[in-house]
């Protein structure tokens, strides 16, 4: 449990720590933790809270030193600077595509004039494909000297610093100047890869020879793009990664073969190291790595006779690899790995349980253990890897495989005997080609069943589905989950204590609280629920535009956002219930930053599916985040013009009235700003952004009927905007004109209220003095709040 702790309090200073903070403050504080938790030893929780603190800061000092400032000759200062050439060493073997060769270079001078000059750091490099490239080749490359770009969903620059690599040449030309300059032990290991590829790819035809290579050598780089995408549908990645399975296979065969010669002792030490040697082979990867450190002290404790912890070893296998590399933390096949092992410690051997208690309503006890064996590792060890992972793949795939059950039933039990049997091909086809022959058509078969498999399920319609899945859920699922793991590895007689003091502590007072907490939740709830009328908020949003509309059934709606993150995300969480973070529709009536600069903010809040916009691009940064925005969460977005209808099932009808055509590039905002007519029966409301005379001319010459119960008064109330044609048109029972206190411009106008009231009396309600304005129908009367 101890472990536990200090690890969970050295990652937290890793991942809260700021970036390039000064590493010896956080030393410092960690020792004046450590003398203070010396002077309190006796007393064991003041004890471990202090050393708790004192690895939280050697976290946040690791992470400081990993991100201090780069030296002054590293490679990354001259990125973005224009076309160069350098000199290096390639630093591990080449990742062949099919258009160029992946090559990592370790850079040792770079040319100014006629000179090179010392530099530093490792760059990635795409060479020309069909060039000969080996690990330990010293070269000279030319091209543009590139930072790694970001992506709307992904960062490359990010990803590609966690290895060390700060920036990239594409369509590098590369000149090989000396072979063998690596370390000779490295170069032996990369030609023996080499080799077992060449192997595979001799022996079997594709699709199964890069399956087999993603499976044995954790080269994916051949697997198609189709086979690859049906396994991702599937939820059944996982077998082509390297992981933990292949790790036992490594140790099972290793102690098999090298027992019997070196003893017990002798063979596990040898074993360790074969490990380690295989990890470096498959390229120690950090889920890779993971299963290694957890199989290896598996392997020292039988060696020394003691018993493993499986969360003690995951704890430690955390510390070790991030105290080498802090940015590991951030690295999601990492993040899986540790997710997946830990769902196997906690819940594998319940749900096995569960599984042999199903099996013997159906079977006798002994057949119903032998079937359980059987089935162990595609239902009850795939179901508790699903468990913890999910949250995860949610968040960074948005993908949900609701087939993936059904496919690790179908396709797991075959995956060790594609491991044993390939590996035995391989070995055996790099020495005698005629039986490698005959051992790859016996693995073909599971491969080939492997795929099929795959491939027919990932044709099912509902195979996966699209999914908005915000962290602060991930995070709220794995803080319940880290209370259940605490409580789940206590000593029993502690949780037995645990429980006798909460039943001491519930008393019926607090029975008492809690009732009346779950009834007033209730009750709001049951209160927030639709009540069967239209509510349209015109919401105070400062100056700026923002409309807010429920549907009687319960849809919400929202037209534009306004200026201001905070108010709008106040203004929008005041009226929707507590719980609701969906947004049926957004609505984008002109790219004005008035009207759309606070809606990125609030899409990381809520789910919005379908966003409609009059088409007009605009040039200016918050039109701009908007599109990232759209894209980064999935946001489908569709321009319409006069004439859409939309109809909701409770029969609100949304009327699009200008824009008439698509604008162009060079039209003026308010000249093609989106007017929208909402009518639920009698009760209509005409919701209009900042207009100009010549949108409102272009209205009028259109022939819509324009006629409403309420009118939003376009452009804040601004004279021009507002003609008496206009108004007399609309002829409308209430005004609404959303404008910010205080405002340079003295808006609503004086011109404009006086037109109101020269036409016939019309109350106008102004969010700058009554802030946000609710107006709910039934269809026949009009409630103003």
């Known amino acids: 449990m101890t472990l536990l702790y200090l690890v969970a309090a050295w990652a937290a200073g890793i991942f809260f720590a700021p970036r390039e903070s000064p590493t010896g403050v956080w030393l410092a504080l960690a020792a004046g933790s450590f003398v203070l938790a010396y002077v309190v030893r006796r007393r064991r929780s003041h004890r471990l809270g202090l050393l ?29 600077s224009g076309y160069v050439t350098l000199t290096g060493l390639i630093a591990q073997d080449a990742d062949v595509r099919d258009k160029h060769v992946n090559l990592h270079i370790e850079v040792e001078s770079l040319q100014d004039g006629d000179t090179y000059n010392p530099a530093q ?14 690990y330990g080749d010293r070269v000279r490359v030319s091209g543009q000297l590139l930072t790694p770009p970001e992506f709307d969903d992904f960062s490359y620059r990010d990803y590609l610093a966690r290895r060390g690599i700060h920036a990239m040449i594409p369509n590098a030309q590369v000149d090989i100047l000396e072979h063998d300059q690596g370390q ?66 490594v140790i099972g065969v290793l102690m098999k073969l090298l027992e019997p010669g070196l003893g017990k002792r002798r063979a596990g030490w040898v074993t360790m190291i074969g490990v380690g040697v295989y990890t470096l082979f498959v390229g120690a990867d950090p889920a890779v790595v993971r299963a290694a450190i957890m199989g290896g002290l598996a392997v020292m404790a039988s060696q020394l006779g003691r018993k493993t912890y499986g969360l003690t070893s995951l704890a430690f296998a955390i510390w070790l690899m991030t105290a080498w590399n802090p940015l ?37 006890q002994d057949t119903a253990r032998k079937v359980t064996q059987w089935l162990s590792e595609p239902i009850a060890v795939s179901l508790a890897a699903q468990i913890t992972t999910t949250p ?76 908005d899945f915000s962290s602060s859920y991930a995070w709220g699922f794995y803080s319940a989950l880290l209370v259940l793991a605490l409580m789940m590895i206590q000593h029993p007689e502690d949780r037995a204590d645990l429980f006798r003091l909460l039943r001491q502590r519930i008393t019926a007072y607090t029975v008492i609280i809690v009732g009346v907490i779950v009834a007033i939740l209730v009750w709001l709830m049951a209160w927030q629920q639709p009540d069967g009328k239209l509510h349209v908020w015109f919401l105070d949003v400062g100056h700026g535009h923002a409309v807010l509309i429920q549907t009687p059934n319960g849809a919400q709606i929202l037209i534009d956002g306004g200026p201001n993150p905070t108010q709008l995300r106040s203004a929008v969480g005041d009226q929707m219930p507590f719980w609701d973070r969906d947004l049926d529709l957004l609505i984008v009536t002109q790219p004005k930053t008035t009207a759309i600069s606070a809606i990125p903010a609030l899409l990381d809040r809520y789910d919005v599916q379908l966003a409609l916009t009059n088409g007009h691009v605009a040039d200016s940064d918050s039109y701009q985040a908007l599109v990232q925005a759209w894209k980064k969460h999935n946001i489908e977005v569709l321009p319409v013009t006069a004439g859409y209808r939309l109809e909701t ?57 324009v006629g409403s119960t309420v009118l939003e008064l376009p452009s804040h109330g601004d004279d021009d905007a507002n003609p008496a044609a206009f108004l007399r048109a609309v002829s409308p029972q209430a005004a609404v004109v959303i404008v910010g206190a205080g405002n340079r411009s003295n808006l609503p106008s004086d011109q404009t209220l006086q037109r109101l009231e020269d036409i016939k009396t019309v109350p106008v309600y102004r969010t700058d003095q009554h802030g946000t304005v609710e107006m709910v129908t039934d269809g026949q009367t009009l409630w103003i709040y």
């Not at 409770?650 to 009327?655: A, F």
């Open 52 to 80: 708790c603190a004192a690895l939280f800061m050697l976290g946040a000092g690791r992470y400081a030193w990993a991100t201090r400032p780069l030296p002054a000759n590293h490679i990354q200062h001259y990125t973005d």
């Open 121 to 134: 750091g490792r760059i990635l490099i795409q060479a020309p494909r069909y060039g000969e490239y080996s």
């Open 184 to 249: 000779p032990w490295y170069a032996a290991m990369y030609k023996l890869k080499e080799r077992a590829q060449q192997t595979i790819d001799r022996l079997l035809p594709s699709p199964q020879a890069p399956l087999l290579s993603g499976i044995l050598l954790g080269v994916e780089s051949s697997i198609s793009d189709d086979v690859r995408e049906a396994f991702n549908r599937t939820g059944t990645s996982h077998v082509i990664a390297i992981s933990g399975a292949n790790i036992i296979v």
């Open 328 to 364: 590991t933390l951030w690295d999601v096949g990492f993040q899986l790995s540790i997710a997946a092992t830990a769902g196997l410690i906690l819940f594998g051997d319940i749900f096995t349980r569960w599984l042999e208690k199903l099996l013997r309503l159906v079977f006798a």
């Open 392 to 467: 995860l793949i949610l968040v960074y795939f948005g993908r949900l495989s609701a087939i993936s059950l059904l496919a690790n039933i179908l396709i797991v039990p075959v995956q060790s005997y594609i491991m044993t049997v390939g590996w035995l091909a391989v070995l055996v086809g790099m020495i005698w080609s005629t039986l490698g022959e005959l051992l790859a058509w016996v693995v073909w078969i599971p491969l080939t069943y492997t795929i099929e498999v795959v491939r027919a399920l990932s044709k099912v319609e509902w195979a996966s589905v699209n999914v």
């Open 649 to 705: 099932g409770d029969h609100v009808l949304l009327e699009i009235l200008h824009p008439q055509t698509s604008p162009n590039t060079d039209a003026k905002i308010e000249d093609e700003g989106m007017i929208i007519r909402v009518s639920y029966g009698d009760t209509a409301f005409l919701i209009t952004p900042d207009l100009s005379t010549k949108a409102e001319d272009a209205l009028s010459k259109a022939g819509w009927y």
